[in-house]
């Protein structure tokens, strides 16, 4: 059987032990991705994003309480390697990540060229100077001057330096980049260039994203498809146009009518109250307590509809 | 086209000629200042000691007490100088008490006599001990001090040099099993630090030297020691395992739980992370990504502690019966002998200053963050 997907992630669970409990992050996340396509996870702080791409990438804290599921990559089952298996077969060669704070994600006294350079080196053996005229190149992809591969991080400004974690992310040509917030400290000039960039990128080298974020409107840009996350789930998955024009889950709906619009009458709407605790989400619906459309149902755990081929756990699309 | 690029490239090699040479000027000021600053500070460190070695002069008194008190005793103690009246007596004692005070200096009012030992002592010259003698004789200072150098040297050198490489590393491999066996052992075990190494030093001394008799109760080698160099050693190190393992014994677990801590620290830095997500195996991401950054902060620790053995350890070489300059020192305080704790104090001050000095430079070559004699 063909693998028409790149990456399959299957009842995915990552619970952290506190002193308090369990605290269920990512909670049973079903997930596809194909070829070339770039997914958006949309959700508030706190919903368990970059938990997720943390269990993607197996970076996980010391506190992990359970870590399991099936995460399929290119048709290589990534949760039966070993962890030295995984560090030579799918870190940095089949999937790679762009940080959420690159401020702090490059190592203060190494030139910032070795850095990005190096993953070639680990991964594919090659000599440092071969290495180091495979980030020039990265670093020309993402709109970095090549002589500020022997910089240091700390004579780089924010943007240049989010460049330079792309140019990172890319420059062993993975399948898969995560970017987890990657423009989220960044001033809103420099979000869309690093947005522009990201789009050249995909129709250039082909590769699919995970782009983690709460920045709705930036992401629209580079979507083909938007998974929705809410208290460690993933409660809407929609091709991109669809999920834009006509969010279906209440939550979706609300956070597309929370984006400020310079035009027209419609005041941006909130979403009252808190999202609930990872320790004890509720057992039914988990937006019921926040919820304008909830009904009875909302106390039982709704599954997944499909409705024309889009996902959403609601009861309301039954 | 080709004049306007040429001009450029002039412009250009210029600019650098003369930045070059404004870090060279920024260097050479900097380099000035930190010296001026650092001899003032030896110099008021080391005027300090004076003052206080002397009791601010009243030590002055007590030798003077101690010179009239002894030559009185002696000249009416002599049966040679019965025969002298009283007069003639009492007239050879002042004469005396007058020479032996010159001899010292001491007719010269203290405070000027505190301003040449401090000159004499800023030019390494530390004259004669008060009374002290080395073991071979001599009442040089600098032979009082340089023979005890070796043996203190290699007893603390060589424990001090194992227990922080033994603990840097370990405390390495413990920051990357947080929460192991090991690692909460020796949290556990820290407190045992709280006790000093000679407090350890009697109760091996009681099991290994008295109980087991393995090896030997105290002192440097065997007495008579051995003529050939090889047996030599053999003895010298038989002697050094009881101080040697007491020193590190001490101080092991709590030095590894600060390291281990402080690289607990570090290993929590985003870029480490990066490093892990980037597959680096875990030998390049402790060396490239904990160790480097951190570098500026273990060869400080590493600098004090090489300049820490100057002094060596009182208490446990007394225990030891080590012949080390912590016991020379302690004598000299007990005996008044100024220019021996004048000398040592100076000595020590200069291995400092010259220290601090360096470790500024160190720091910006192993740092690019860092910059010279910049703001």
């Not at chain 2, 007495?223 to 050693?233: C, L």
Request: neutral net charge; contains cysteine.
């Amino acid at each position: 059987m063909a693998e028409k997907n790149l990456l399959t992630i299957k009842d995915l669970v990552l619970y952290f032990r506190t002193s308090k409990g369990a605290v269920k992050a990512v909670d049973k996340v079903n997930f596809e991705l194909g070829f070339r396509e770039a997914v958006v996870v949309l959700g508030e702080s706190g919903c368990g994003k970059t938990s997720l791409a943390k269990a993607l990438l197996r970076l996980l804290p010391r506190n992990v309480e359970a870590y399991s599921g099936s995460i399929v990559l290119d048709g290589l089952d990534t949760m039966a390697l070993n962890d030295e298996e995984y560090r030579q077969q799918i870190r940095w060669v089949r999937m790679s990540l762009v940080p959420q704070a690159a401020m702090n994600s490059l190592n203060p006294v190494l030139r910032v060229g070795d850095q990005v350079a190096e993953p070639m080196m680990v991964h594919h053996g090659v000599k440092k100077e071969e290495a180091l005229e495979q980030a020039k190149k990265m670093f020309q992809h993402v709109g970095v001057p090549a002589d500020f591969l022997t910089r240091y991080a700390f004579e780089l400004s924010g943007g240049m330096r989010q460049r330079v974690a792309i140019a990172m992310s890319l420059v062993t040509a993975p399948s898969l980049i995560v970017l987890d917030e990657p423009t989220s400290a960044l001033d809103v000039l420099t979000q869309a260039n690093i947005f522009n960039v990201l789009k050249r990128i995909k129709k250039e080298l082909e590769i699919s994203f995970i782009l983690i974020t709460h920045d709705i409107a930036t992401s629209s840009e580079l979507a083909d498809r938007v998974a929705v996350m809410y208290a460690g789930q993933i409660i809407e998955s929609s091709d991109a146009m669809g999920f834009f024009t006509e969010p279906l889950h209440p939550y979706s709906q609300m956070l597309m009518a929370s984006v400020p619009r310079l035009r027209g009458d419609k005041e941006p709407i909130f979403i009252t109250g808190q999202p609930p605790s990872l320790l004890n989400p509720p057992t039914g619906c988990r937006f019921a307590d926040r919820c304008p459309q909830r009904f009875g149902k909302c106390d039982q755990e709704p599954p997944v509809f499909e409705k024309e081929g889009r996902l959403v756990k609601c009861w309301l699309y039954e | 086209m080709t004049e306007s690029t040429a001009v450029q490239s002039n412009e250009a090699a210029s600019f650098a000629q003369k930045s070059a040479s404004q870090t060279f000027n920024r260097l050479l000021k900097y380099t000035a200042v930190r010296l001026v600053t650092l001899f003032v500070t030896v110099v008021i460190g080391v005027y300090l000691t004076i003052l206080i070695a002397n009791m601010g002069g009243y030590v002055d008194q007590i030798l003077k007490g101690e010179i009239r008190q002894g030559i009185s005793t002696a000249v009416s103690m002599d049966p040679a100088l019965r025969e002298l009246s009283v007069e003639q007596r009492s007239e050879m004692i002042a004469d005396r008490i007058r020479i032996e005070e010159e001899r010292l200096g001491l007719n010269r009012p203290f405070a000027i006599r505190s301003l040449t030992y401090l000159w004499n002592a800023l030019r390494l010259e530390f004259g004669r001990a008060m009374n002290m003698t080395s073991d071979s004789g001599s009442r040089l200072v600098k032979n009082i001090i340089l023979e005890r150098l070796p043996s203190t040297l290699v007893l603390f050198g060589l424990s001090n040099l194992a227990l922080f490489f033994t603990s840097v590393f370990l405390a390495l491999a413990l920051s990357r099993h947080y929460g192991s066996f090991i690692d909460k052992a020796v949290v556990a075990l820290s407190p045992t630090s709280a006790a000093p190494p000679w407090f350890y030093g009697i109760f091996l001394i009681l099991i290994f030297a008295a109980l087991l008799r393995w090896l030997p109760f105290g002192g440097m080698v065997a007495a008579p020691p051995p003529d050939n160099p090889f047996e030599y050693a053999l003895s010298l190190m038989r002697h050094m395992i009881l101080p040697a393992s007491s020193l590190i014994l001490s101080s092991i677990f709590l030095s590894i739980y600060n390291w281990r801590t402080f690289f607990l620290i570090y290993s929590s830095e985003d870029y480490v992370e990066m490093a892990k997500a980037k597959g680096l195996n875990s030998r390049d991401i402790e060396r490239r990504y904990i160790l480097r950054p951190t570098l500026p902060t273990i060869i400080t620790s590493f600098a004090l502690l090489l300049i820490g053995l100057w002094g060596g350890a009182i208490i446990t070489e007394t225990v030891f019966n080590w012949p080390g300059l912590g016991r020379t020192v302690f004598r000299a305080i007990g005996q008044y002998d100024t220019p021996v704790i004048v000398a040592s104090t100076i000595i020590f001050a200069y291995l400092l200053a010259v220290t601090v000095f360096l470790l500024d430079f160190i720091y910006a070559l192993v740092d690019p963050r860092v910059k010279v004699g910049g703001n």
